[in-house]
């Protein structure tokens, strides 16, 4: 009796050491979180401004704290898109043909030829 719970017990460890073997392999790596170090500083500035801005309408609610949040969301909104569109630029400026680049023109262009696929609403 007692050789076999030894046996199932052992048995049992490198099942469950086996199961946890194929999980890990199994299992994708974390990918890292986005950080907001990359953020221009004048973004992490404007995006302080707006969050405080709100508070103080949503304590208030005040019109014109109200137009000022607004305002201040709208500067934040065109900022970013212009930072976007700049890096897109960037991004397309640098795009060869060529071997070298693993010809990412071709891969650019063929990524946008895709119909974009329409997800409809629920």
Known sequence: ????KTW???????????IQQAAWQAT??????????????????KLR???????KWHKSRAPRDKQIYNR?????KQLLH???NSSVQQYLTNLTPTAETN????????????????????
């Open 82 to 84: 212009t930072i976007h």
């Open 103 to 122: 010809y990412s023109l071709w891969k650019a262009t063929r990524k946008l030829k895709r119909p974009q696929q329409h997800i409809p609403p629920i």
């Open 28 to 45: 994708l790596p974390l990918r890292e979180q986005h950080s907001h170090q990359d953020c221009p500083e004048l973004v992490k500035r």
């Open 8 to 18: 199932s017990t052992t048995l049992l460890r490198s099942d469950l050491t086996a």
């Open 72 to 76: 201040i969301a709208k500067e934040l």
């Open 1 to 4: 009796m007692l050789k076999w």
């Open 49 to 55: 401004q707006k969050r405080a801005v709100w508070k």
